[in-house]
């Protein structure tokens, strides 16, 4: 099943004194906030959505002005709240191209057909992403996100199918 929203950051401090968050992003491109026109904040396990009004950057950590919250001690009550978008207003992805949320708990197969366990976790190592990969013993194997290991990735039918390099396991 798709996930319906996607995480694209957590608000980690307020900044300065009129009402800016301080973001932690989970996007590739910081600039990516810039084509929002509203976030979710997940705050008490509700859905708030909140107008941007205005995106600044300061090394790797985006400052979002949200609409609302105009000052520090309102902003302060925001703090490690959690900021989704809606499927919909995600980015178009390029052709063989997947969302982590869409990899996640996927089963994954050898080319022999044995299952190997579920997508736990995929996070990035400079040069490819790593797949965590998980049985039901708790047992993780990591495979590299490259062609050479990754065979077929069927989001329908919820599997990946991999080839094993001769030392991976």
């Known amino acids: 099943m798709k996930q319906e929203y996607f995480e694209v950051g957590q608000i980690v401090n307020t900044f300065g004194i009129k ?38 950057y ?26 989704k978008i809606r499927r919909a207003d995600a980015r178009k992805l390029p052709e063989d191209t997947y969302f982590i949320a869409d990899l996640i708990g996927l089963n994954v197969y050898t080319e022999e ?35 050479k290991v990754i065979k077929v990735i069927d989001i329908e039918n919820e599997k990946i199918i991999v080839h094993l390099l001769e030392g991976l396991i």
């Open 19 to 56: 009402g800016f968050v301080k973001v932690k992003p989970f996007t590739d491109d910081l600039k990516r906030f810039e084509e929002l026109k509203s976030v979710l904040v997940v705050k008490n396990k509700e859905l708030i959505e909140m107008q941007i009004e205005d995106v600044m």
């Open 58 to 83: 300061k090394q790797t950590v985006v400052l979002l002005k949200l609409k609302g919250i105009n000052n520090i001690e309102e902003a302060e009550q925001y703090k490690g709240c959690y900021l």
């Open 113 to 147: 057909g044995e299952l190997l366990g579920k997508v736990d976790d995929i996070y990035n190592n400079k040069g490819n992403d790593i797949y965590v990969v998980k049985n039901e013993l708790g047992k993780q194997i990591l495979l590299p996100g490259i062609q």
